[in-house]
């Protein structure tokens, strides 16, 4: 079965410095994984995916995620964390039935 | 355009009733898919829909039941509601072979 995990609750960050929020994957066969970040009483935003290729994905907001198959990894990254990035990101992999397995999410606090 | 809306965005409802929630595919948008969020939990897979025709099942009880409309258009409806059906209901379209979804901001269910 796929499933993806979301080791930390919360990451704190101060502003402007680089920010990681982890990812681990367990799928058979292709991982087609996504990172949807959501805002307090919001739906989900599309963040980026990756499906195949180059291993370092870009995505909305300048975020960006680097997609690693020997540690079965997909990190959220942003090279400098703004205030305004403090919400609820969650990893996904979607499963060969073309339904969305979702972490636990992580909080992310950019602190100003 | 339009993204995926939901109506109604917030309802209460009492244990034993039951409740219906609507969901409005981007234009062109065939697939519908449903997600349960907790709060606190990850979105889970409910159901899904592609040209009217059940497509996915997630683990859920029979009182939950869906249908999508000729105008791709989807009801999501709960019988004999519990207080653990309280929740945020979230709605999800793509395009056919698309891997990625775009999802509504979600109907804030209440159980009292």
Known sequence: AQSVAQPED???????NPLTVKCTYSVSGNPYLFWYVQYPNRGLQFLLKYITGDNLVKGSYGFEAEFN??????????PSALVSDSALYFCAVRDEDYKYIFGTGTRLKVLA | ???????PTH????????????????????SVSWYQQVLGQGP??????????????????????????????SELNVNALLLGDSALYLCASSEQGSYGYTF?????????
Do not use: M, W
């Not at chain 1, 198959?69 to 942003?78: A, I, R, Y």
């Not at chain 2, 009492?14 to 234009?27: A, F, M, N």
């Not at chain 2, 897979?45 to 791709?72: C, H, L, T, V």
């Not at chain 2, 509504?104 to 009292?112: D, E, I, Q, W, Y």
């Open chain 2, 11 to 30: 309802l209460i409802k009492t244990r034993g009733q039951h409740v219906t929630l609507r969901c409005s595919p981007i234009s062109g948008h065939k």
């Open chain 1, 10 to 16: 919360q990451v704190n960050v101060a502003e402007g």
């Open chain 2, 44 to 73: 889970q897979f409910i159901f899904q829909y592609y040209e009217k025709e059940e497509r996915g099942r997630g683990n859920f009880p029979d009182r939950f039941s869906a249908r999508q409309f000729p105008n791709y258009s």
């Open chain 2, 104 to 112: 509504g901001s979600g109907t804030r269910l209440t159980v009292v």
């Open chain 1, 69 to 78: 198959k020997s540690q079965t990894s997909f990190h959220l990254k942003k």
């Open chain 2, 1 to 7: 355009d339009a993204g995926v809306t939901q109506s």
